[in-house]
């Protein structure tokens, strides 16, 4: 087989790599991480182990969050200069939920080629598994780590019909499943991924309330790297679910304040919809509206 691809000089190469098995990568990347002059890894001796395997010797720098702004501006220089750089992470492909945007961003700023090598994404490797919708899905990434922002979060996306899928950390695991349950409710179906293409692949469905106590029930099941991923609230639930303690607290403020106020600030505390709560309190208070 013969391959087109030598590297282009002033070009930078956005090359995924494996998720776990180290086969999981495409001949074009092989080839294209062999020619270029110099190979912008997240993690360099986390990386020397894959270009090992496959006999490349490309020299590496490293690229990760933490110089990401300094390393872009010499690399667009060196680009300049008319060499080919690739740019890969730990896993998977670059920018996805990886470093590499600015550097990408600065590449296209000064009218610079910026090719990519396609293959392994942890997220669409679950999709394509998942057996949930895939006709419309909504990428969210990892959540954010404080309980508080990540309940809000989640409430914000209680509603959305498309398929959501998120990467989280075993740590976290347990504690995410469980607010899902309670804030997507617990028949809402997900589907958790764990070390896709490695030793202890495992890929488990049912609805979230079932599938946290799954999770909590063997620690073995924690470990690892996980994509959750949550089928899309229905029309109809996506209506009728109210978040329980912003009904709380409207019902609270509703003591003091007409249902439209109390509905306002319970939808301002908790990130509750609005109209929802206010159509809520209005359908159970028997009682005449204060304005
Ligand atoms: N750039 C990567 C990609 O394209 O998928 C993602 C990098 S992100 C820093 C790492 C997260 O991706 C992990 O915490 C996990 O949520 C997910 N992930 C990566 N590899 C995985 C695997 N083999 N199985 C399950 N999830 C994986």
Request: net charge negative; no cysteine.
């Given at each position: 087989m013969t391959f087109k691809t030598t590297s282009l000089p002033g070009t930078l190469y956005v090359v995924a790599t494996p998720i776990?098995?180290?086969?999981?990568?495409?001949y074009r990347a092989v080839t294209v991480l062999g020619t270029v002059q110099l190979i912008a890894a997240e993690d360099t001796r986390h990386s020397i182990r894959l270009l090992q395997h496959y006999g490349i010797n490309t020299p590496c720098i490293a690229l990760h969050e933490h110089n990401e702004q300094q390393q872009a501006k010499k690399l667009v220089e060196r680009l300049e200069g008319g060499i080919s750089i690739a740019l890969i992470s730990?896993?998977?492909?670059?920018?996805?939920?990886?470093?590499g945007f600015h550097l990408v961003n600065r590449v296209h700023e000064q009218g610079l080629q910026v090719v990519p090598i396609p293959g392994a994404s942890a997220a669409l490797a679950a999709l394509s598994v998942?057996?949930?919708?895939?006709d419309r899905f909504c990428f969210e990434g990892f959540l954010p780590a404080k309980t508080g922002a990540r309940r809000k979060r989640l409430q914000a996306l209680r509603d959305e019909m498309r398929t959501l899928i998120f990467y989280e950390s075993p740590h976290r695991i347990n504690a995410t499943l469980q607010q899902m349950s309670e804030i997507f409710g617990g028949t809402r179906q997900a589907v958790i991924a764990r070390?896709?293409?490695?030793?202890f692949e495992t890929i488990h469905s049912d609805n979230l309330e079932k599938l946290s106590a799954w999770v909590a029930?063997?620690?073995?099941?924690?470990?690892g790297e996980f994509v959750l991923l949550v089928k899309g609230a229905e029309k109809e639930a996506a209506s009728s679910v109210l978040n329980p303690e912003a009904r709380r607290i409207a019902e609270i403020l509703s003591a003091e304040l007409s249902s439209r106020q109390a509905a306002e600030l319970a939808a301002t505390i908790t990130g509750e919809k609005k109209n929802r709560l206010y159509r809520y309190m209005i359908g159970r208070s028997p009682r005449t509206e204060r304005h």
């Open positions: 776990g098995n180290l086969a999981d990568i495409t730990d896993a998977g492909t670059p920018l996805i939920s990886d470093p998942a057996g949930l919708p895939v070390e896709l293409t490695k030793t029930a063997d620690s073995n099941r924690q470990r």
